[in-house]
């Protein structure tokens, strides 16, 4: 049995707390093996399925990562701190920047998968861009590495007719990236719309990510407006919730 009487929290619940609590006060240090299953097994008294559960439970935290054949380790990846007002300032990407600098500070970002294709609109994509459904739209898909580890997905859908022969149909955009060329168009993205949901990720995902079993990821779906409300892009991402803080900072 996994639970006790009493209304007492299920034991692989307890066991997980202990092994957090662990980790926070630095007795399992990032990078570090923790107990496994048959360690947890005999000091705990419990059921292999309890100590896998309570393994599980800092996994799906983010605390821990499985490491095929090795075990469980303390996860030594610090998170992001995705700024989500101060990265679209038109000073980042006006200046030459991209959007991502404002989150990895002093930190490599690197994009070490990107296909840029024409499609046909899907309904939801047409409707956001003010399009017909079927209209051609440019199409950028990227994968983005941080300190080794993949964190981001990211698709970028723009009607293919505003952009062109221009730069953005191409896989290096150049300083300040897409948005920098689509002021050179003159369409200035001047207003952004985010939404932010969460869902468990689908089998790509888990393998474009690397994510650990139980990671959930978080959806940031951004569209751009030029003036007048017109709208340039639709960015579709998918982020590793365990690689993230999302920050949002702005005067009242």
């Known amino acids: ?50 100590a896998r559960q309570a393994l599980g439970v800092l996994q799906s935290e983010g605390i821990a990562e499985s490491r095929k054949g090795a075990g469980v380790f303390v996860r030594s990846f610090r998170p992001l701190r995705r700024r989500g007002v101060q990265r679209l300032s038109g000073e980042v990407w ?22 840029v294709t024409e499609e046909s609109a899907s309904e939801p994509i047409a409707h956001v861009l003010g399009i017909a459904p079927g209209d051609a739209v440019c199409v950028r898909n990227r994968r983005f590495v941080l300190d080794g ?18 730069a953005v149909t191409r896989e290096d955009t150049g300083p300040g990236g897409i948005y920098a060329r689509l002021e050179e168009l003159g369409l200035k993205p001047v207003h952004f719309r985010e939404e932010v949901r969460s869902r468990m990720p689908s089998q ?7 994510l650990s079993a139980g990671t959930p990821v978080m959806l940031v779906c951004r569209t751009a407006f030029a003036a007048g409300g017109r709208p340039v892009e639709v960015n579709e991402m998918v982020l590793d919730s365990a690689s993230y803080v999302l920050e949002y900072d702005f005067d009242a």
């Open 204 to 210: 790509d995902e888990t393998n474009l990510l690397a």
């Open 149 to 166: 580890k993949p964190v981001l997905l990211a698709t970028s859908s723009l009607p293919a007719a505003m952009v062109a022969g221009s």
């Open 94 to 115: 006006g200046g030459g920047r991209s959007v991502w600098s404002a989150d990895v500070e002093d930190r490599e970002l690197a994009v070490d998968r990107i296909e």
């Open 1 to 50: 049995m996994s639970t006790t009487g009493g209304g007492r929290q299920p034991k692989y619940r307890r066991i997980a707390d202990t092994l957090r609590e662990a980790i926070r006060t630095g007795e399992y240090g990032p990078g570090t093996r923790l107990p496994g299953e048959n360690d947890l097994m005999a000091a705990h008294g419990v059921a292999r399925m309890t």
